[in-house]
């Protein structure tokens, strides 16, 4: 069975989330801080009057942080309880891949719960982003919190 990813960019490495995640791609603008958010969360924007946390994938990552600039893209996607922006450097668009040659992360990256599996192209890995898994539960109760 085929699956679709949507490929984008941080640093110069690849990663993707499952395209029935991914709402829309937007350009970058300003992010509101959202004071007593957890630290992984950038603080949240406004898209057609909906509050939207925006994560801050590169400290999820362990990536050096970078000054926001106009060739950034903002990922709108869906997790299982709320919408969430993720910044990216570029994005890459969509791949149709064989999930049976899907790398569960389990076997790859035992350590890193917010990924879920790996996709090995001919030159290049590219690492599946699991969305429903990328803040944990104290972080997504702090997240709760900040927004009410």
């Known amino acids: 069975m085929k699956i679709h990813l949507f490929v984008f960019f941080v640093e110069k490495n690849k990663y993707a989330l499952r395209l ?16 007593s958010a957890p630290e992984i969360v950038m603080g ?20 050096q942080e970078k000054e926001l600039n106009l060739y950034d893209k903002i990922i709108i996607a869906y997790t299982a309880k709320q919408r969430v922006a993720i910044v990216v450097d570029d994005v890459a668009g969509v791949v ?3 999930e049976e040659k899907l790398i569960p992360s389990k076997e790859f990256l035992p ?13 290049q890995i ?8 990328f803040l944990s539960i104290n972080e997504e109760c702090l997240l709760e919190a900040a927004l009410c």
């Open 126 to 133: 590219i690492l599946i982003h699991d969305i429903d898994r």
């Open 44 to 63: 949240v924007i406004n898209i057609e009057g909906n509050i939207i946390p925006t994560l801050n994938i590169r400290k999820r990552f362990g990536l």
């Open 96 to 98: 149709e891949y064989e």
């Open 20 to 35: 029935s995640k991914v709402e829309r791609i937007i350009p970058v603008m300003r992010i509101t801080p959202l004071p």
């Open 111 to 123: 350590v890193l719960p917010y990924f879920d599996g790996v996709m090995a192209l001919e030159d």
